[in-house]
């Protein structure tokens, strides 16, 4: 790969796109070295940002011919190193001028955007019509891509009915890492609109979810549509022990009722508050009427009679799921930075990662608090899975506290894999430990199709430890 500007290319990329949307200005250029993680990735040598499919084709292309690495961006939200250089120089290909919406299909009930709108600007534009996605974004939803959301199998907002980012996706349009452009789901055939996902012979959309963005450059999403609920409720629920929460929690995950529920642990490190029981179950229920509204939440309070929890306030809920405040997440980075991970679990077999955290916290407590480092648990369900989110924050202000918190993340994630935690968004950063405990053949499956889909590994080179 090169790693100094190539003029030469640079040159022909003004032919491909108004050369005010290309820099290689050191100041840009460094501004697109970081993600949201406290680990920095390396500079590019060259930021460009397209606005049409036929530029990213072009673009893709010309990266092909002078061998060039080009690493996509979105809103750079991620949190282990991803969507930045993981080797020095390339080309970082900025995708948030592809915002537009191409169609909202009432008939089929989708909505066809470009890959660079954000979750908190599509959802604007669907509410006015009656519609939205259901599952509607990852915490971050107002500024964070479908793109990216797509590359990593995101899920927050609504994913406890709606599932992950890829559950509502119908198909994509893909310019291929040779720059060929294909459409999968139904829109593979010359004659079909874009309605479905299945029925063209294999899952070809599949390739590219979860994909970490090193398949191919997306450049148009198809979603399903929903029509916007006319009822929401949210409801709290205390607990003083695991067992009886983790009971009512699959019990209400099972009914896929609620699109929104998780749980706190006061004893995690911060407590998010709600009443003086050490556990919380919030969540959020949507529904078409106030009466099937009301038949819902007696439900969940009937769960959660059952299983002793204490019935409170809702304002713990209506604080992170309304979506009003979409989003101001509550737990965010509240000391700088984020050393987090997210993992699907079965939600029985969380209670010993979440052991494994506290146990964590507790043998590191002393450094914790001599570096002003702040732990939570937090989790959420997705689809019939718990996300368990252990966090360190750290004081990005200070380098030893940022030194030894990115160790005692990293560390911690190496721990929690060792229990089957399923991490989506991996980066650099876990991505090269969870290809550690791939299966024999798995690594050779995942590279074969990379080199016959990317023959000069110029996509994200350096994920999943590919070349
Ligand atoms: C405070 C905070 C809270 C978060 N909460 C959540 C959460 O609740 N759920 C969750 O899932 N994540 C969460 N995240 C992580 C992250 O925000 C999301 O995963 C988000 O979906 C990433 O979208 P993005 O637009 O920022 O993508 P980026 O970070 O820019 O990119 C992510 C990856 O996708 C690739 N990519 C981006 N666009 C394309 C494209 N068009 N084609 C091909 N590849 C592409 C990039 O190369 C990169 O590898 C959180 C992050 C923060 C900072």
């Known amino acids: 790969m090169k790693t100094t500007v190539n003029e030469q290319l640079v040159n022909e990329l003004k032919h491909v796109i108004p050369p005010e949307y290309i820099a290689t200005d050191k100041e840009i250029c460094f501004a697109y070295s970081m993600d949201s993680s ?57 995708m948030t001028r592809m915002n ?26 669907l509410k006015k019509k009656g519609w939205y996605t259901g599952m509607v974004g990852p915490g971050p939803g107002l500024s964070t891509t479908i793109g990216g959301a797509i590359s990593v199998a995101s899920v927050y907002y609504g994913s406890a009915k709606y599932g992950t980012a890829c559950d509502i996706l119908l198909g994509l349009e893909v310019v291929l890492p040779t720059g060929e452009v294909i459409r999968t789901g139904s829109a593979a055939l010359d004659t079909a609109k874009r309605h479905t996902r ?3 012979g294999l899952d070809s959309t599949g390739i590219f979810c979860g994909d970490q963005g090193i398949m191919g450059v997306k450049t148009e999403a198809t979603l399903k549509l929903y029509p916007v ?3 929401t409720g949210f409801f709290v629920y205390g607990y003083n022990d695991e067992d009886p929460l983790l009971k009512a929690l699959h019990k209400m995950t099972s009914l896929h009722i609620a699109s929104d529920i998780g749980y706190t642990d006061g004893a995690s490190g911060l407590d998010m508050g709600g009443g003086p029981e050490r556990f919380m179950i919030h969540g959020k229920i949507e529904a078409h009427s106030e009466k099937e509204l009301e038949v819902q939440l007696e439900l969940f309070d009937e769960i959660a009679n059952n299983t002793n929890g204490i019935k409170k306030g809702d304002s713990l809920a209506r604080m992170i799921f309304h979506d009003s405040i979409y989003m101001v997440f509550p737990m965010a980075g509240m000391s700088g930075n984020y050393g987090a991970s997210c993992n699907k679990m079965p939600i029985f077999e969380s209670k010993k990662v979440h052991d494994l955290f506290l146990n964590y916290r507790e043998k590191h407590l002393e450094e914790i608090q001599k570096h ?22 750290i004081p990005a202000h200070d ?10 993340w990293k560390n911690f994630i190496k721990e929690e894999l ?3 935690t399923i991490h989506y968004w991996l980066g ?16 050779e499956f995942i590279k074969k199709l990379k080199d016959t889909l990317d023959p000069n590994g110029i996509l994200n080179p350096g994920l999943l430890k590919l070349p």
């Open 38 to 94: 406290p680990v920095p990735g390396h500079i590019p040598d060259i930021v460009i940002r397209p606005e049409t499919t036929q530029e990213v084709s072009e673009i893709v292309k010309l990266a092909n011919k002078y061998k060039t690495a080009i690493y996509p961006r979105g809103a750079a939200a991620s949190l282990v190193m991803m969507g930045v250089p993981i080797q020095p120089g390339g080309i970082s290909l900025d």
């Open 100 to 125: 537009k919406i191409m169609e909202i299909d009432e008939d089929s009930m989708s909505v066809t955007v470009q890959t660079g709108i954000t979750w908190g600007e599509l959802e604007y534009e």
């Open 198 to 200: 299945y029925g063209i």
């Open 229 to 231: 609920p006319v009822a």
């Open 372 to 393: 002003k480092l702040v732990t939570v648990w937090y989790t959420f369900i997705s689809g019939s899975t718990i996300d368990i989110l252990p966090q360190i924050q």
């Open 399 to 408: 380098p030893e506290a940022l030194k030894y918190g990115t160790e005692l």
């Open 418 to 420: 060792k229990y089957g």
């Open 428 to 443: 650099k950063v876990i991505g090269d430990q969870v290809v550690e405990h791939f299966r024999s053949n798995y690594f």
